[in-house]
């Protein structure tokens, strides 16, 4: 379970909130086993609730969305933390495939390999939203990402 109340952050002022989802943040990247060089809160298209740079290795989440004062906007920014979280998971399998090996202390995510093999076929043809927003969202990466966002956020309120 998350070590945070949707309600307990939303009482918090921008600063305090800023710092305890950084926190949280932080204990959701060690929990889910997730290794990035950075994680920045800034101000980015009201579209964009985040995203993966995989060059650079950080995920960039939107601090609009955690300093609503509407709660479901707060919801939503740890539902891109995970989303996010997803994608590098994904792009690490993609990136190393041949140690995709089932009940292995290496596959540390228990991995099938027929589902790292489709992440691969849908990998190569990704539309970005912007380009093709319903492609994007049929995408086979971008729907694994929403339901794993989806299921760590159960019963979070």
């Not at 949707?6 to 710092?19: G, K, S, T, V």
């Not at 926190?23 to 609730?49: F, Q, R, W």
């Not at 979280?85 to 495939?97: D, G, K, L, S, T």
Request: proline share 1%; net charge negative; with cysteine.
């Amino acid at each position: 379970a998350l070590p945070i109340c949707l309600m307990a952050l939303h009482a918090l002022n921008n600063e305090e909130r800023i710092q305890k989802t950084s926190e949280v943040v932080e204990e959701i990247l060690k929990l889910y086993n997730v290794h990035l060089d950075g994680v920045v809160i800034c101000e980015l298209d009201s579209a964009t609730a985040g995203y993966y740079n995989r060059e650079k290795n950080t995920i960039a989440l939107n601090s609009q969305f955690l300093l609503s004062a509407d709660i479901t906007c707060i919801r939503e920014f740890l539902d891109t933390v995970f989303h996010e979280c997803r994608h590098v998971i994904q792009f690490r399998a993609i990136e190393n495939i041949d140690s995709v090996t089932e009940n292995t202390s290496e596959n540390f995510w228990q991995l099938e390999k027929d589902r790292v093999l489709r992440w691969c076929r849908f990998h190569q043809d990704y539309q970005e939203a912007v380009k093709n927003p319903l492609e994007y969202y049929m995408n086979v990466l971008e729907i694994d990402a929403r339901t794993f966002a989806y299921m760590c956020l159960e019963g979070v309120e």
